[in-house]
Nanobody
Framework: QLQLVESGGGLVQPGGSLRLSCAASGFTLDNYAVGWFRQAPGKEREGVSC????????YYADSVKGRFTISRDNAGNTVSLQMNSLNPEDTAVYYC??????????????????????WGKGTLVTVSS
């Protein structure tokens, strides 16, 4: 079965850190751009950060620049999102997705206009004191 599985979500205090992981099973991520997306209650899903398949180009939404870092481990077939200096506005369900033949900016900014090859089911991140 081809799937992406997110892990690492949880409850964290403002200013804290979490590391999310996206693991692929049934296929390899080598040829896929991978992105992290989030959806807060009552809001539309938005692209947070994306990383290319080949040269590890990255894209970050303005709201997370300088705080979040995306990285990939092709040997481990995973993509991670290190989240620092978290604030309540980061509270959301975080999803990872994978797609071939896309740029990181298109994937993160315009994903609503084209389909992803694979989506995970999401992991909840809650930032609260």
């Amino acid at each position: 079965q081809l799937q992406l599985v997110e892990s690492g979500g949880g409850l964290v205090q403002p200013g804290g850190s979490l590391r999310l992981s996206c693991a692929a099973s049934g296929f390899t991520l080598d040829n896929y751009a991978v992105g992290w997306f989030r959806q807060a209650p009552g809001k539309e899903r938005e692209g947070v950060s994306c990383i290319s398949s080949s040269d590890s180009r990255t894209y970050y939404a303005d709201s997370v620049k300088g705080r979040f870092t995306i990285s990939r481990d092709n040997a481990g077939n995973t993509v991670s999102l290190q989240m620092n200096s978290l604030n309540p506005e980061d509270t959301a369900v975080y999803y990872c997705a994978a797609r071939t033949f896309t740029t990181v900016q298109a994937m993160c900014v315009s994903f609503q206009h084209f389909g992803m090859d694979h989506w995970g089911k999401g992991t909840l991140v809650t930032v609260s004191s």
